[in-house]
């Protein structure tokens, strides 16, 4: 069973910048870390939980929601099973709770952008204005 933890959310204030770790562990039936793509999705109060980045299982491709690309960089560390979200240029719209999700695909470039059955606790992002 994949385990996910999230680390590195905190209160910040706007202009700030971020880094958000995932540390991933427990695959079974042989896959491991590069056999998955990861992503992090994020959940405003009141909202629903919704797309912000992913990263193929290779780490070749990477994919954005509109309202993070140019701001957030995702990357994956695979020697020691890791995924990165570097948040910069964070603003209110940014505060959320930050999930890590896994997902097992067969194609190492693939950057699927829903779909992650495996996820994390999350973590707090607050940014006040």
């Known amino acids: 069973q994949v385990q996910l933890i999230e680390s590195g959310g905190g209160l910040v204030q706007a202009g700030d910048s971020l880094r958000l770790s995932c540390t991933f562990s427990?695959?079974?039936?042989?896959?491991?870390?590069?056999?998955?793509?990861m992503a992090w999705f994020r959940q405003a109060p009141g909202k629903e939980r919704g797309f912000v980045a992913a990263?193929?299982?290779?780490?070749?491709?990477?994919e954005y929601a509109d309202s993070v690309r140019g701001r957030f960089t995702i990357s994956r560390d695979n020697a020691k099973n890791t995924v990165h979200l570097q948040l910069n240029l964070l603003n209110d719209e940014d505060t959320a709770v930050y999930f890590c999700?896994?997902?097992?695909?067969?194609?190492?470039?693939?950057?699927?952008?829903?779909?992650?059955?495996?996820w994390g606790r999350g973590t707090q992002v607050t940014v006040s204005s």
């Open positions: 999700a896994a997902r097992l695909v067969s194609l190492s470039s693939a950057v699927p952008t829903s779909r992650y059955y495996d």
């Open positions: 427990g695959p079974t039936f042989g896959s491991t870390f590069s056999h998955y793509a």
């Open positions: 990263i193929s299982a290779s780490g070749d491709n990477t």
